[in-house]
């Protein structure tokens, strides 16, 4: 039997969400949580891991990522009502996915946010030295969460700018640096031989490009966002479910044409692990100033994860608390219909993972961190699961419903399974992503456990 709208005790019209945002704001806020500090600083560990076919493992993550957009694409059109992605998960496999799917989404973006606040401080402070990073990161955090307490129009119109300014950055970029390899702007002429000039194209060898897609895939995530923001758009289940993989592809392009930019531009075994591959870049071209300006960009897409990063876990604790699965004051809204319990809580929790930045870094933080770093794809996996039983109930009974379909399924969907299931295999090989799979597990086995616990208590 098909799924009709989820409601959860004590949910009303009174709780009902407001309409505010546009489908521009939609898309922004799904660029704002993907492109942040991953892509700007992060992809410099993969380039000289990789080396210049690092490419490949982006454009191999990427397409992993599409593939399950596309499934919840599928899924928003042909569920009207069901619109959150974490209740594609419930209305497929059953409640008990429901629960850890969204009480997992909120977990990773809670760490998320107290590592972007971290990030974002460290800019600041080296710009204003006489502030420590944990007085920064609460004053970010503090703004951004004043900023998503006001109302979801303003959020969405600071996310929509915040993101804008990102964009618009990586395009500039790519342009830039095209005109340099291609040899227009270049004194020397084109520069596509740094692709294959310094050990060859994969000097790490071929396997290191299909273990790179455990590092790449997690800057990657994200586009499932836009499900998240639709139950507040104007615009209807199907224009999101198109926008959902335009966004994906959109990203995509970005993530792999910047990468490809670099390595041809400079050399890959001159990029440095934890400094800007995209600012070493402006540097070798001779732009001045270019530690400046890739500073200033990366604040500006930290601040932007940050702020979408407040945004989520609060609708992601808002339908927790909708379904019966987290306390029901998360559902009250204020007159501006935002749930400022879920967003306080959310704050209140991020405040905890940074105090642990600063209390613990080598045993708590780490952890936070490690343990964040798998939840992805356990998330997706079940996705891709719900929407193996969904599809096969609306062929079945209602196929006119399925006017977006999941490539080439059932096989394309196991084909999608599989590329997960062996990214998390190449985890556990590796002994540096290891511990960050077996923390994410037993993160995992906890939300299990607290759903046993849910159950006991409602049967009692």
């Avoid at 379904?323 to 935002?338: F, I």
């Avoid at 780490?366 to 079940?382: E, K, P, R």
């Avoid at 590329?419 to 939300?447: F, N, R």
Wanted: glycine fraction near 10%; charged fraction near 10%; hydrophobic fraction near 55%.
């Amino acid at each position: 039997m098909l799924p009709g709208p989820i409601d959860g005790a004590g949910f009303s019209d009174a709780n009902e969400l407001g309409r505010t945002l546009k489908s521009r704001h939609v898309s922004m806020i799904t660029f704002g949580g993907i492109i942040g500090a991953g892509l700007f600083v992060g992809s410099s560990t993969a380039i000289g891991t990789i080396g210049p076919a690092a490419v490949i493992s982006y454009a191999m993550a990427g397409f992993l990522v599409m593939l399950v957009m596309r499934m919840i694409s599928e899924m928003a059109v042909a569920l009207p009502g069901v619109q959150t992605f974490p209740d594609f998960a419930r209305a497929g496999v059953g409640n008990w996915a429901g629960f850890v799917v969204g009480w997992l989404y909120w977990y990773f973006w809670v760490v998320v946010i107290a590592i972007e606040a971290i990030a974002g401080a460290k800019i600041i402070c080296g710009w204003f030295p006489q502030f420590e990073i944990w007085q920064v990161g609460v004053v970010l955090m503090a703004v951004l969460t004043g900023v998503n307490l006001l109302s979801t129009r303003s959020f969405g119109e600071f996310e929509f700018w915040f993101a804008s300014i990102k964009v618009a950055s990586i395009l500039v970029f790519i342009v830039l640096t095209g005109a340099f390899a291609f040899g227009i702007t270049s004194p020397a002429g084109p520069t596509f031989g740094n692709l294959t000039a310094h050990g060859g194209f994969a000097p790490a060898g071929i396997t290191a490009i299909f273990a790179g897609v455990t590092t790449t895939i997690f800057s990657l995530c994200g586009a499932e966002i836009a499900t998240l923001a639709a139950a507040e758009s104007d615009a209807g289940a199907k224009a999101i479910g198109r926008l959902t993989i335009s966004v994906s592809v959109r990203i995509l392009v970005f993530f792999v044409l910047s990468i490809l930019m670099i390595v041809s531009v400079v050399p890959w075994n001159e990029i440095e692990a934890g400094v800007s591959p995209f600012a070493h870049a402006l540097r070798a071209m001779g732009y001045p100033g270019a530690d400046l300006i890739m500073n200033a960009i990366v604040l500006v897409a930290v601040l932007s994860c940050l702020n979408s990063g407040i945004y989520i876990t609060s609708r992601a604790m808002f339908g927790l608390a909708r379904n019966g699965d987290a306390p029901q004051y998360c559902v009250q809204l204020n007159r501006s219909k935002v749930p400022v319990c879920a967003i306080l809580i959310a704050s209140l929790f991020s405040y905890g993972a940074l105090a642990a930045s600063i209390l613990s870094p080598d045993r708590v933080f780490n952890f936070l961190v490690n343990s964040s770093g798998a939840i992805m794809l356990f998330i997706y996996l079940l996705i891709a699961l719900a929407q193996l039983r969904l599809r096969a109930d609306l062929e079945a009974s209602a196929p006119d419903r399925l006017q977006v379909r999941m490539w080439l399924y059932p096989y394309g969907t196991y084909a999608t399974m599989a590329g997960m299931l062996g990214v998390l295999g190449l985890m556990a090989l590796s002994p540096t992503h290891s511990i960050e799979l077996w923390a994410s597990v037993l993160v995992a086995a906890i939300c299990l456990a607290g759903y046993g616990a849910r159950v006991r208590f409602a049967a009692s």
